[in-house]
T-cell receptor
């Protein structure tokens, strides 16, 4: 079992809709959770991080963490074509980052 | 704001050659991480350094070595290159003093082994 699991997609949503990306992790001791966006051939770009249970909002992005269910999600409101990318969930466990395989999102104009 | 710098951005080598990738972390970041990302795959952690000492080791082949220097830049040395080493190599840096453990990625070096 991988440390971090993501649905690889592809996920397609129409422009203006809400995109929901999900991630589960296996180690209950994981302490920090990150969402990165990666365009093809480019480096991962941090969107946001979350440590505590609940929601964290930053502009059009909301991260949700449920430690009891070992689940972290990213909601993108008012999706734009420029949001089309692969979204990587990353989990910090001890001193190591573990990445999921990413979810490919396409926002259709 | 200054970001992580990696050089070269592109590198083409032949099998059994050696390659050296360089990484310059964000100023005042003292921790450096190296990742390898194959096509369609997630970044695989190779190795990390904190304050010039190796802090963690992932799936780094024995043919690879790395170090962090006194100015905190890091170099990844790759020997006896194989076709399967063709990938994007990312360096990331972080500062424990920031309290967030967030890793910021450089633009990557695309290595092609022919």
């Amino acid at each position: 079992q991988k440390e971090v699991e993501q649905n690889s997609g592809p996920l397609s949503v129409p422009e203006g809709a809400i995109a929901s990306l999900n991630c589960t992790y296996s180690d209950r001791g994981s302490q920090s959770f990150f969402w990165y966006r990666q365009y093809s051939g480019k480096s991962p770009e941090l969107i946001m991080f979350i440590y505590s249970n609940g929601d964290k909002e930053d502009g059009r992005f909301t991260a949700q963490l449920n430690k009891a269910s070992q689940y972290v999600s990213l909601l993108i409101r008012d999706s734009q074509p420029s949001d089309s990318a692969t979204y990587l969930c990353a989990v910090l466990t001890g001193n190591q980052f573990y990445f999921g395989t990413g979810t490919s999102l396409t926002v259709i104009p | 704001a200054a970001g992580v710098i990696q050089s070269p951005r592109h590198l083409i080598k032949e099998k059994r050659e050696t390659a050296t990738l360089k990484c310059y972390p964000i100023p005042r970041h003292d921790t450096v991480y190296w990742y390898q990302q194959g096509p369609g795959q997630d970044p695989q952690f190779l190795i990390s350094f904190y304050e010039k000492m190796q802090s963690d080791k992932g799936s780094i082949p024995d043919r690879f070595s790395a170090q962090q220097f006194s100015d905190y830049h890091s170099e990844l040395n790759m020997s006896s290159l194989e076709l399967g080493d063709s990938a994007l190599y990312f360096c990331a840096s972080s500062s424990p003093l920031s309290g967030t453990d967030t890793q910021y990625f450089g633009p990557g070096t695309r290595l092609t082994v022919l």
